[in-house]
């Protein structure tokens, strides 16, 4: 059976490249009928931020990538965070100090500082040699260590990568890596291989920065005598062609989209499609979709640019479709937000947005009308196109009184206009501006007077008749 991993550290927020990684290991799996698993790697505890594995674990089920084993609902292969998992790591560095593939190392901080100093890109092994008696003997006094592993000083390791295809690394350019630090604590480079052997995981699906040190954990692999997974490294999302989308550099995580007012499904959509060709020139797919269209033949071995205004649209694309009660549960949050407390119906507000926003967060530009009425200047009714202006606005304000009261505003209008011999727009645009003081309104005249109610209108066009007076 196939079974796959997502494994971050839980050192904040899940990273739009750290979504993608766990995206195309849950369609891999989902697609062949495995399991999707998901691990959390916290053996680097300083670095570690408190509520980050509830934050991952929240913004995962938000993002309907839903795990078969880990953390909460278990499984066979747990536990499913690395920290209780110590006494493991420890058991198979044992075995590798036995047979020679791995050594005690005693080397101070400054010593290694001073190596390096002197020119050094990696460690000299300068413990390997040393004999099991003293090793012993300094463990005993209760002196600080690691393990480290012993790569071969001679010769290269070639393996095959489904998306790079067979890529060779000479030993010589690989350090001996630490296992285990002093504080019994396994690295990153240790815990992997361990855990993805005693999970079962068929595939790693990672970044491409992992390449090239991939050669580093086949041979733990094969000093244990262990198959080697199927590897499939990822290329990164870039902000520009230069540099790579980071959490680090402040680049956005996918709460923060969501808190944009984007949907969940539309980002997860997009990232689908930065590194991953599905040959159908689709854009628009459902999860359902994703998994049936997903193939490692589609991953691309160049990276792709994040363009959040590509995702705007793609957004878009979703909002419009929502059932509208969706749509109006959704746009509440924000009303509530920047618009609290209208007497208006914020369900017809919803109808009027739906088709008009592209993400949620729109919705602030978008219904900024609502607190655009109060001393409003009354120059908005100068309009060059419509030709008009506040002397006419002063002409027509009773007969925009008259018009409100009348039981079909937009014939009264009408009427309105043909009376005075003015063109409808002009009218319109008068009497948008007399009920709303403002310029740029979601619907004319009657959705506004729906929106607000009659006697608010009535009421709004006394005070403009005051002001104009």
């Known amino acids: 059976m196939v079974r796959t991993r997502f494994a971050p550290s839980p050192t904040g927020y899940l990273h739009i490249g750290g979504l993608r990684t766990a995206l195309y290991a849950y369609l891999f799996a989902k697609k062949n009928n495995g399991k999707f698993i998901l691990r959390i790697e916290d053996t680097d505890q300083t670095r570690e931020v408190e509520g980050a594995v509830d934050i991952i674990i929240s913004a995962l089920d938000k993002a309907g990538i839903h795990y078969d084993e880990g953390p909460i609902v278990g499984g066979d292969y747990g536990p499913y965070v690395q920290s209780e998992r110590k006494a493991i790591y420890l058991k198979y560095a044992e075995k590798l100090l036995e047979s020679g593939d791995a050594y005690c190392c005693f080397c101070s901080k400054e010593r290694l500082a001073e190596m390096h100093e002197r020119g050094a890109t990696k460690y000299d092994k300068h413990c390997l040699h040393m004999s099991k008696a003293e090793v012993q003997e300094r463990i005993a006094r209760g002196e600080p260590y690691v393990i480290r592993q012993n790569i071969p000083e001679t010769g290269s390791s070639t393996y095959h990568d489904e998306v790079f295809g067979d890529v060779t690394v000479d030993f010589k350019d690989l350090e001996d890596n630490i296992l285990i630090k002093s504080d019994g604590m396994p690295t990153y480079n240790f815990a992997n291989v361990i855990d993805d052997h005693l999970m079962g995981i068929t595939h790693c699906i990672r970044g491409v920065e992992y390449l090239m040190s991939t050669p580093k954990y086949n041979l733990l692999y094969d000093a244990l005598g262990w198959e080697r997974p199927v590897y499939i490294h990822l290329q990164p999302i870039m902000r520009d062609e230069r540099h790579k ?32 060709n599905p040959k159908n020139n689709r854009e628009k797919m459902s999860m359902d979709e994703l998994i049936e269209s997903f193939s490692i033949e589609g991953l691309q071995k160049s990276s792709s640019i994040f363009d959040e205004t590509k995702m705007r649209w793609l957004n878009s694309l979703y909002v419009k479709e929502m059932d509208a009660k969706d749509f109006h549960g959704a746009a509440t949050p924000y009303y509530e937000k920047y618009y609290p ?70 014939a009264a209008l009408e009427t309105l206009a043909t009376d005075k011999g003015l063109k409808k727009g002009q009218v319109l645009w008068i009497y948008r501006i007399a009920i709303t003081g403002a310029a740029a309104t979601p619907g004319g005249g009657a959705e506004m007077v729906r929106l607000f109610g009659k006697d608010e209108v009535l009421r709004r066009l006394d005070v403009v008749k005051s002001r104009l007076n």
């Open 245 to 276: 989308l980071s959490k680090r550099d402040g680049d956005a995580g996918f709460e923060d989209f969501l808190q944009k007012g984007f949907l969940p499904h539309a980002i997860v959509n997009y990232i689908a499609l930065l590194g991953w």
């Open 341 to 410: 407390g209208k007497k208006i119906d914020y369900e017809y507000l919803s109808e009027l947005l739906q088709s008009r926003v592209e993400t949620l967060s729109d919705i602030r530009e978008r219904a900024a009308f609502l607190d655009a009425f109060e001393n409003f200047d009354l120059e908005l009714f100068v309009n060059k196109k419509w030709k008009t202006d506040i002397a006419m606005a002063k002409d027509l304000i009773d007969d925009c009184i008259a018009a409100t009261k009348a039981p079909d505003l937009n």
